[in-house]
């Protein structure tokens, strides 16, 4: 089959020709039908964050068609559309038994990004406990972004922020993860503020009916939040980039007893100042990928009326690495996906 392989840290991934994975008991052989491209695959690329055994096959945000099962394998046959939960876990910790499944203290690693060859191939395969059947209306381009954006919106929503509706909520950058945010929280009845960099994806963050401000680290902007809420600051802050400068500005946006939500990372660190959250009694919280039960809720959310797709842009699988510079770029204004089989 072919794959894209990385070799080498910081070479561009190169097309292989790779063995068929065969499918044990349990696992699930997924003709790759889409992939999503992360800013996690830049930091992998980079050499820092995940560091996978090399050489590698990227790809953690998949759907595609049952190909083969292996060996005691129910509730899953040839043909069938899914989608994988990407964590490898044990089902037994203390963390995958109260539904903190990340947090696994026996995490065999994640699908595309450590220990497991990912979906930037012909052909992947997945634990049949880790994978979900896809409604037969979702395009396997939408289905594909379930498995990490859509999957982070949702676990940083309903498990980290606990939102109610009627928040006040401000998304911090407009890519992937953000634009599954703001459409989560606007269904879970928030009132969202978007604010990035970018004046195109402003623009049409406004289109869906949003309020958005151009992002920068000012004074203005947290006042221009603050009018827009009332004088009170918002209640919650997603921020999807996790840079010093987001931060910074995500703090200053909070109202009292707000809650910032950092889901986006960078290498960059934040000076804390404790007066301010004793004071105010703010809350900042990480928040990382989701488990099953917010692979279910991200397929509710991408199957319902009110989805609007947030994949901008295709690449075949040859062009990947033409897809991982556009990424790089940030002038992408959604997702990335890359089409393997479109037969
Ligand atoms: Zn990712
Ligand atoms: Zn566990």
């Not at 004046?199 to 151009?214: D, I, N, P």
């Amino acid at each position: 089959m072919r794959a894209a392989v990385l070799h080498k840290i910081g070479q561009p991934l190169v097309i292989d020709d790779l063995p068929m994975p065969e499918p044990g008991p349990g696992e699930v052989l997924v003709r790759t039908k889409a992939c999503g491209i992360c800013a996690t695959d830049l930091h992998i690329l980079a050499g820092w964050g995940y560091q996978p055994r090399l050489p590698f096959v990227m790809g953690h945000e998949p759907a595609g068609v049952v190909h083969a099962v292996g060996a005691c394998v129910t509730g899953f046959a040839p043909g069938d559309r899914v989608a994988p939960n990407i964590f490898y876990t044990c089902g037994n910790c203390r963390y995958c038994r109260t539904n903190r499944e990340t947090l696994c203290t026996n995490l065999g690693g994640i699908l595309g990004v450590l220990e497991h060859h990912g979906a930037y191939a012909d052909y992947f395969k997945v634990p049949a406990r880790q994978l979900f059947h896809l409604p037969a209306h979702v395009s396997f381009a939408d289905g594909a972004v379930i498995a990490d954006a859509v999957v982070c919106a949702m676990h940083a929503l309903k498990q980290r922020a606990r939102l109610y509706p009627g928040d006040w909520v401000l998304v911090i950058g407009l890519g992937g993860v953000g634009l599954s945010v703001l459409q989560a929280a606007r269904a879970a009845g928030a009132h969202v503020i978007a604010i990035d960099i970018s004046e195109v994806k402003v623009t049409q963050a406004r289109q869906m009916g949003v309020t958005a401000l151009l992002f920068a680290d000012s004074q203005e902007v947290a006042e221009q939040i603050r009018a827009t809420t009332g004088g009170e600051g918002v209640d919650v802050v997603f921020d999807c980039h996790g840079s010093e400068q987001t931060i910074a500005q995500g703090v200053k946006a909070l109202r009292k007893n707000g809650r910032l939500v950092i889901i986006g990372y960078t290498q960059e660190t934040w000076p804390l100042a404790p007066q301010w959250l004793s004071r105010f009694e703010l809350e900042i919280v990480g928040s990382r990928s989701g488990g099953r039960q917010d692979t279910v809720d991200a397929i509710d959310l991408v199957a319902g009326k009110q989805w609007q797709s947030i994949v901008s842009d295709f690449f075949p699988l040859e062009q990947i690495n033409d897809a991982l510079a556009l990424l790089k770029s940030g002038k992408a204004l959604g997702r990335i996906v890359i089409t393997v089989d479109e037969g």
